[in-house]
């Protein structure tokens, strides 16, 4: 199939935000040709989140799809990697016998997925299994905010400054202070942040490795530190930052219908999670595509 057939082998509606798009009429419950396939890439780069709707999916199927992206990874809260498919890492605040089934406190914060690692996440796809509704609103919102636009519009001046810089992402500082804040998962101990992944330093504006692009590469989420500057400096700078890529023209929010694979492109978009639906019920179950050592 020639690359513009395959453009017409499903219908793309891009949102009116500088991310995210829609997509129908495509069936990811079988192998895709080839040149679907490097239509659907060519999209990812191009809206950075893809929500393909009205999908029905086995484990095999959402891991077979995500494959065709890269090696997959497995999340290092094993406890929560779906039985038999440890690719799979469930996101629930579902309770079986008095615990819970997946993490229910994921997303709380504006992050980049597993920016903690050396080699950090390339795309996330989260699969929508149960769906919370109130008086016909659906809730658990996700929401994605464009790094690379809102690097585009910063001044000349900041961006000379923040040339080279690079900076801390935590998974133990962000566990600490979700157990704190929260109360749903436990207070991280020295065993705990033993086994966890140890801190990783990234730069401040990476490059995206595909589109070339230049983005904001810290989030509230895991971020701590910019090293070698002052304390004071950094804690400015990283506000600045964080206030920047959230700016309401960067925003898209997708509201969620059973069926939902939804990818994005951790380099390109952070995200967060809305939590209005307590005591509703909320499942979803991710996969997550190994990216590259940032630069």
């Known amino acids: 199939m020639a690359d513009d057939d395959a453009l017409q082998a499903f219908d793309l509606r891009p949102t009116d935000t500088r991310v995210g798009a829609e997509i129908y009429d495509l069936d990811l ?3 895709l040709d080839d040149g679907t396939f490097r239509a659907v890439s060519a999209a990812f780069d191009r809206y950075s ?4 709707r009205g999908q029905d999916l086995s484990p095999e199927a959402r891991i077979a799809f995500s494959k065709r992206f890269g090696k997959l990874q497995i999340n290092v809260r094993s406890e929560f990697n779906k039985a038999g498919y440890p690719e799979i890492y469930t996101v629930s605040n579902i309770l079986t016998d008095g615990k819970p089934i997946g993490s229910g406190d994921a997303g709380r914060y504006w992050h980049s997925d597993l920016c903690y690692l050396p080699t950090p996440t390339r795309a996330s796809l989260l699969y ?8 016909g609103v659906t809730l658990g919102n996700t929401l994605f905010a464009g790094t690379c636009a809102s690097y585009d519009t910063l ?5 000379r400054r923040l040339e080279g810089l690079r900076a801390v992402n935590s998974y133990n500082a962000m566990f600490e202070r979700k157990a704190s804040e929260f109360g749903v998962r ?3 101990t020295d065993e705990m942040a033993k086994s966890y ?3 990783a330093v990234h730069p401040v504006i990476r490059t995206h490795p595909t589109t070339g692009r230049k983005c904001i590469y810290v989030c509230e989420g895991y971020t701590t530190r910019i090293l070698d500057i002052p304390e004071a400096e950094s804690r400015e700078l990283l506000a600045l930052l964080f206030a ?8 898209y929010r997708h509201s969620w219908r059973v069926g939902d694979l939804l990818m994005w492109d951790n380099c390109a978009v952070q995200h967060l999670a809305s939590f209005d639906y307590a005591p509703l019920h909320r499942h979803m179950e991710r996969t997550t595509v190994e990216g590259s050592i940032p630069f």
């Open 197 to 199: 992944p140890k801190d």
């Open 186 to 188: 436990p207070k991280l």
């Open 244 to 251: 920047q890529v959230i700016k309401p023209e960067y925003v």
């Open 155 to 159: 001044p000349a001046t900041l961006k």
């Open 29 to 31: 419950s079988k192998p």
């Open 128 to 135: 929508a299994l149960v769906v919370p509704e109130r008086d």
């Open 49 to 52: 989140v893809l929500a393909f």
